[in-house]
């Protein structure tokens, strides 16, 4: 079945809370808008019509050298191994985040094609051969039609409405079937989706994140400490805390693998491939500091980063780390304070 298309175009806002994190120079960060404010940087999501799911694509053109990290137990990704720093293939040219479970996979076909149109790729005998790793969260069981799910068109289509201007958030492209607070069961979830911050120094440096929200945990305000979003209370009307669920023992496995938070890290920093997956462990702290329990075995959480190289000037690692999981935390709370409630999972803004 062809599912119908609708674009999400850049309409969001800017970036979330300033966060003052000194770097080496002792340079202080100031917020910047999005993934994109890092130059090359574009990113185009698709919705799909006929339920909530859909793809966002992240280009970037001229390449950038790839880095992945996943720390969670049922991941769903493509050309992952790739990435490793002992593998020969430096630069990657897109990242697919996609909903759809395995099928989504397929929406890196579409991305391919656009790149492969425009002569970009892997130089090869045989032509240029697009680098385009991908990653998938569970959302088959909401809205109805686990049929509906994004393929090679809606990969197509996100990449050709990639732009470099402000992202839009909540439920849209990957995170518009996203869902989290599952982890106690009982069917008091709520609507996750996708999130998008960026800090950049004094000295230049920009370190962004985008990241669809799609836990099996709670999301929590590492800065306070209360939960934003997650497993409710018995008559769904405010929140559990899932610091206190989880010392109780309360983690409900079944059913397994329908979870899974997933993301991109993008900076205009020079890395190596093994610099850059550092960078990509670090940056699993942030997400780990917002969402209670992370990484079980029943998410498949995954982090990619790209580096553009745009800035001259050896890398401090170190710094780059801290900032990207400072960006992939802003970037969660992000998700979930712009999704739309759905049937059966409330937003935050109709949690009172």
Known sequence: MTAKLTLGLAVGAAAAVAAAVA????????????LTAVPGIKVGHVTLAERPTG???????AGATGAVDVRGGAPGTRETDLLAPTNTVEKVHAIVLAGGSAYGLSAADGVMRYLEEKKIGY????GPVPIVPAAILYDLT????PDIR???ACGYEAARAATAGAIQEGSVGAGAGATLGKFAGGGRAM???IGSTAFTTTAG??????????AAGSVVDPRTGKPVAGVRTADGRSLEDPFALVRRGVLQSAPARENTTIGVIATNARLTKAQAQKVAQMAHDGMARAIVPSHTPSDGDTLFVLATGGLAGDANVGTLGALAAEAVTDAILRAVRAAKGLPGFPAVSDIK
């Open 23 to 34: 770097t080496s120079g002792r340079q202080a960060t100031t917020p910047s808008a999005n």
């Open 55 to 61: 793809c966002t694509v992240i280009l970037v053109e």
């Open 123 to 126: 130089p090869t005998s045989g």
């Open 142 to 145: 909401v809205g109805g039609r």
């Open 150 to 152: 994004p393929g090679s």
């Open 191 to 193: 609507k996750g989706g």
């Open 205 to 214: 440096l920009i370190v962004g994140a985008i990241v669809a929200v799609n």
